[in-house]
C-alpha cells in the first residue's frame, strides 16, 4: 500500500526533503502477508503482577478466568501484591480475589467516625474507629483485562469491579491505551496514579457505605445500583456520591503533608483520568485481541498527525487558536481566584453569624462584607461588600444545621452568589452548598474554625475574551498554617460545560487543585487538567486530554496528551531538547511505537508490550518501520 505520498515531515518543516537520498521508491508492507514476517500463530507470553488496595487482606484467594474458554485457574496467595501469573497474551481474562480475612478496614486517615459501645472493631478502646481499625463494608474484588507480552500491572478497586461484571471498557473514558486499572507500557508516575486511583475507587465504596458524612436513617443502596442507573439511564443521582467521595480521598491525600510529597506531582493527571472514567457513557465491551503482529497503531498514528502536526512543534493552526483561548482562561490569575474568593466568602460569612455563635436576626459585618441575617422561616444570609478586592453579592439559605461537638458542625445550603474584579465575574446559582467544620465552633475562637466545604451549582465565569457556562463542583478547606492563621486551600475543581469565544463553542471540563497547599503562600498555585471535545476539520470527533502547568497547554517542547480520533485513543509523550527529540506513541491494547530523532536520523521500535514488531530507521531519507519480512511502512 502506498503511503509514501502522505508522508509528512517530523519535527521541522522540510527536514525529510533535505535529507537527500535514492530516488527509488522505498519498499512498503505487503498486503498478501499476515504477520508482516512473524509467526502468526505464535501466541506472546503475559506476567501479570496485581496491586490490591490496603484496606483489604492482600491473602487469600486468586481465581483466573479466560473468557472464551472459561478455563479457570486457581491460586492461594499470602500476599497478592507479590503474585506474578503467567498468561496468554492477547486473550481475556476474568480476575476474581476473595481475600483471606474478608474485613475491610478503615480507609480514612482522620478515621471513619464513633464507635458503638463496646463495639469489638475498636482496637484501642478510644470510642474511635481510627485508620486501618475494621469497618463493616462489603467490598468486592474482580476485574478483565487483555493481558499484553511482557509485564502487565492490575490494579483491583471497587470500579474495576464494576466494570467487569459486564467486561466494559475505560479506555475511550480515560482515553488510556488500556482499561484504567491496566498498565502495560508504563513510567513510575503512571504506576503512582493508577495506585492512587485504585485507592479513591475503593476507599469511596467504602465511604459511601459508612455514611459518616450523611444523615441518620438515610438508606444506601449498592454501588451496582448507582453505577447501572448512571450508565443505562444517564442519571447521575447516586452516582455523583461515589464521585464526591474520590475527590474526597484525594482532598484528604493532598492536605496530608507526609502523603502530598508524592501525590502532588501527579494530582492533575489523577483528577482528570479517574474523573473522566466515572463519566459511563458510550463504553465498549472488551474482547480479545485480533492478529497480535499488525499496524494498526501505524495507521492511527500516521493519520492523527494531520490533526495534531507535532512535527512542526506545535499544534495544527485550528487545534492551537482553540486551544491558546482556553489557556488563557486558565491562566487568568483572576479568573482563578474568582473561585477561591466565592467559596471563601460563604465559609466566613456562615463561621462568623451562625447559630453556633448564638447570632440573632439582624445586621452584621465580616470584614469588608455587610450582612443580614434572618432566621425565620430558615437561616439566611444576605451578603454585600467586598473580599479580597472582589465586589461580592450573596444570597443563601440554609436547609440544615446539625450541631456536634464530637463530628463537627454541618451545614447544608444553597443560593446565589456573584463576585468581580475588573472584567472578571463569576456568578453561581448553588443547589448544593455543604460546610463541615473540625469538632464544634468554639465560640471564643470563631475565626480560627477549621473544616472542608462542598459547592456544586451552575457557573458562569466571564472574561474579556470569553465565556464560560458550566456545572461546577468545587472543594475548599480551611487549615490550619504553621503561622497558626487559617487558610483557605482550593483542594479540587471541575468545570464541566461549553467554552465560547469568538472563535468557537466547545464542550470542556477542567480539574484544578492546588499543588503545594503547605507553602501557605497569598499565590494560588494551581495545575489543570483538560478535556477538550473540538469540533476539528476532518476531524469531528476529536477528544483531548492533557494536564499541565496552565500557561504550558500549547507547549509541545515536553508534553503528555491524549486524544481519541476515529473511536481510537492515543497516548503521546513527547519530549524535544535540541536536536534530540523523542516521541512515544500509545495504541489500543498494549500496541506502543518509540521513536527517537537526532539531526536527520530516526531510531527506535514499534512494539506490542515488551515485543518488538518492526525497527524503526531511516531509509533512502524517509523514516519509517522495517519489518522481519523487509517490508516498510513510512511513518509520517
Same mark, same amino acid.
Given at each position: ?12 518543516? #522540510? ?26 500463530? *505464535? ?38 501484591? *507479590? ?103 508504563? =513510567? ?65 491525600? /493532598? ?80 479568573? *482563578? ?64 444545621? =446539625? ?6 458542625? =454541618?451545614?447544608?445550603?444553597? #443560593? ?29 475562637? /470563631? *475565626? ?137 506513541? @500509545? ?23 515488551? @515485543? ?11 523514516? #519509517? ?12
Amino acid at each position: 500500500m502506498q503511503n509514501i505520498n502522505k508522508i509528512l515531515p517530523l519535527l521541522l518543516a #522540510g527536514i525529510l526533503t533535505a535529507c537527500g537520498g535514492s530516488s527509488d521508491p522505498a519498499p512498503t508492507v505487503s498486503d498478501t502477508e499476515a504477520g508482516l514476517g512473524h509467526d502468526v500463530t *505464535q501466541v506472546p507470553s503475559a506476567a501479570v503482577t496485581f496491586y490490591l488496595p490496603e484496606f483489604a487482606d492482600a491473602s487469600g484467594t486468586l481465581t483466573v478466568t479466560e473468557v472464551s474458554s472459561r478455563e479457570t485457574q486457581e491460586f492461594t496467595v499470602s500476599d497478592l501484591n *507479590q503474585q506474578t501469573v503467567t498468561l496468554d497474551a492477547g486473550r481475556l481474562y476474568q480476575f476474581e480475589f476473595s481475600p483471606g480475612a474478608g474485613r475491610v478496614l478503615c480507609p480514612r486517615k482522620l478515621g471513619c467516625g464513633r464507635a458503638l459501645r463496646d463495639d469489638p472493631n475498636d482496637l484501642n478502646g478510644n470510642d474511635e474507629i481510627d485508620f486501618a481499625e475494621p469497618v463493616s463494608a462489603d467490598v468486592s474484588y474482580s476485574l478483565a483485562a487483555k493481558p499484553v507480552a511482557g509485564q502487565n500491572q492490575l490494579y483491583f478497586s471497587s470500579y474495576a469491579t464494576l466494570l467487569s461484571e459486564s467486561t466494559l471498557d475505560s479506555t475511550v473514558l480515560s482515553l488510556t491505551n488500556t482499561p484504567i486499572y491496566h498498565l502495560s507500557h508504563s =513510567r513510575l508516575n503512571k504506576s503512582l496514579q493508577a495506585e492512587y486511583a485504585a485507592q479513591a475507587f475503593t476507599y469511596a465504596d467504602i465511604m459511601r457505605q459508612l455514611n459518616t458524612q450523611g444523615s441518620e436513617g438515610d438508606v444506601i443502596p449498592p454501588l451496582s445500583d448507582a453505577f447501572d442507573l448512571a450508565y443505562t439511564s444517564n442519571d447521575y443521582t447516586l452516582w455523583q456520591t461515589y464521585i464526591n467521595e474520590v475527590n474526597q480521598y484525594f482532598m484528604e491525600e /493532598l492536605l496530608d503533608e507526609k502523603g502530598s510529597k508524592l501525590f502532588a506531582g501527579v494530582v492533575d493527571q489523577v483528577l482528570l483520568m479517574t474523573n473522566e472514567a466515572m463519566q459511563l457513557q458510550d463504553i465498549e465491551t472488551l474482547k480479545d485481541s485480533e492478529t497480535v503482529f499488525n499496524n494498526n497503531l501505524l495507521n492511527h498514528f500516521r493519520d492523527s498527525l494531520g490533526v495534531v502536526r507535532l512535527q512542526e512543534e506545535k499544534y495544527s493552526a485550528e487545534l492551537d487558536v482553540k486551544l491558546s483561548e482556553i489557556e488563557r482562561l486558565v491562566s487568568n490569575e483572576v479568573a *482563578q481566584e474568582s473561585f477561591l474568593v466565592l467559596s471563601e466568602a460563604v465559609y466566613d460569612v456562615v463561621n462568623n453569624v451562625s447559630p453556633a455563635r448564638n447570632s440573632e436576626p439582624g445586621s452584621y459585618q465580616v470584614g469588608d462584607l455587610d450582612i443580614v441575617f434572618t432566621t425565620e422561616p430558615s437561616f439566611a444570609w444576605r451578603v454585600t461588600g467586598t473580599n479580597r478586592e472582589f465586589e461580592v453579592s450573596m444570597d443563601v439559605t440554609s436547609s440544615e444545621w =446539625r450541631k456536634s461537638p464530637t463530628l463537627g458542625d =454541618r451545614i447544608s445550603a444553597s #443560593g446565589v452568589v456573584s463576585v468581580r474584579k475588573g472584567n472578571v465575574s463569576l456568578e453561581a446559582d448553588l443547589s448544593d452548598i455543604f460546610l463541615l467544620f473540625d469538632g464544634s465552633f468554639d465560640a471564643d475562637n /470563631l *475565626q480560627m474554625a477549621t473544616g472542608t466545604s462542598r459547592f456544586a451549582g451552575k457557573v458562569s465565569l466571564q472574561t474579556a475574551a470569553s465565556t464560560t457556562k458550566a456545572d461546577m463542583r468545587l472543594r475548599l478547606n480551611r487549615v490550619l498554617s504553621p503561622r497558626n492563621t487559617v487558610e483557605s486551600i482550593i483542594a479540587n475543581l471541575r468545570l464541566r460545560g461549553d467554552f465560547e469565544t469568538v472563535n468557537q463553542v466547545t464542550p470542556v471540563t477542567v480539574y484544578a487543585a492546588e499543588q503545594s497547599p503547605f507553602e501557605f503562600d497569598t499565590m494560588l498555585d494551581l495545575v489543570f487538567g483538560l478535556h477538550v471535545d473540538f469540533d476539528l476539520k476532518g476531524a469531528p470527533d476529536f477528544q483531548l486530554q492533557l494536564a499541565a502547568d496552565p500557561a504550558n497547554f500549547t507547549n509541545l517542547n515536553s508534553a503528555e496528551i491524549s486524544y481519541l480520533l476515529g473511536g481510537k485513543v492515543m497516548q503521546l509523550d513527547v519530549r524535544r531538547s535540541g536536536d534530540n527529540n523523542s516521541i512515544v506513541a @500509545q495504541g489500543k491494547d498494549g500496541y506502543w511505537l518509540d521513536v527517537k530523532q537526532k539531526g536527520r536520523n530516526f531510531t527506535g521500535g514499534y512494539y506490542y508490550g515488551d @515485543q518488538l514488531i518492526g525497527d524503526v530507521k531511516t531509509v533512502r531519507g524517509i523514516p #519509517g518501520v522495517l519489518f522481519p519480512d523487509g517490508s516498510f511502512e513510512s511513518l509520517f
